[in-house]
Nanobody
Framework: QVQLVESGGGLVQAGGSLRLSCVAS????????TGWFRQAPGKEREFVAA????????YYVDSVKGRFTISRDNAKSAVYLQMNTLRPEDTAVYYC???????????????WGQGTQVTVSS
């Protein structure tokens, strides 16, 4: 059983940056692909980014390409989401996710964190 704990959310002005962190426990972190999702008020949860087990490949939703970067440190059992040039439409609760399947981590991950709020003011 993998537990995921996010941190790093907050309030930032449009154009600013935030770095989200997610630390895993309870499993062998390097065995899991990891990712980030977000859910804005009144909207469904959507995939944002994913990274392979070794960190060699990353995948992004089109709306964040060129602005967000996902990375991981297997020695620290951590995955990060660097968010630059933030926009008001990036406002959402951001969730860390993990799954042994790269496909599932982008669609229906088996493990979720509790979420961290990101608010971007205009």
């Amino acid at each position: 059983q993998v537990q995921l704990v996010e941190s790093g959310g907050g309030l930032v002005q449009a154009g600013g940056s935030l770095r989200l962190s997610c630390v895993a426990s309870g499993g062998t972190f390097s065995r899991y692909s990891t990712g980030w999702f977000r859910q804005a008020p009144g909207k469904e949860r959507e995939f944002v980014a994913a990274i392979t087990r070794a960190g060699s490949n990353a995948y992004y939703v089109d709306s964040v390409k060129g602005r967000f970067t996902i990375s991981r440190d297997n020695a620290k059992s951590a995955v990060y989401l660097q968010m630059n040039t933030l926009r008001p439409e990036d406002t959402a609760v951001y969730y860390c996710a993990a799954d042994s399947s790269l496909v599932k981590v982008q669609t229906t991950p088996g493990y979720w964190g509790q979420g961290t709020q990101v608010t971007v003011s205009s």
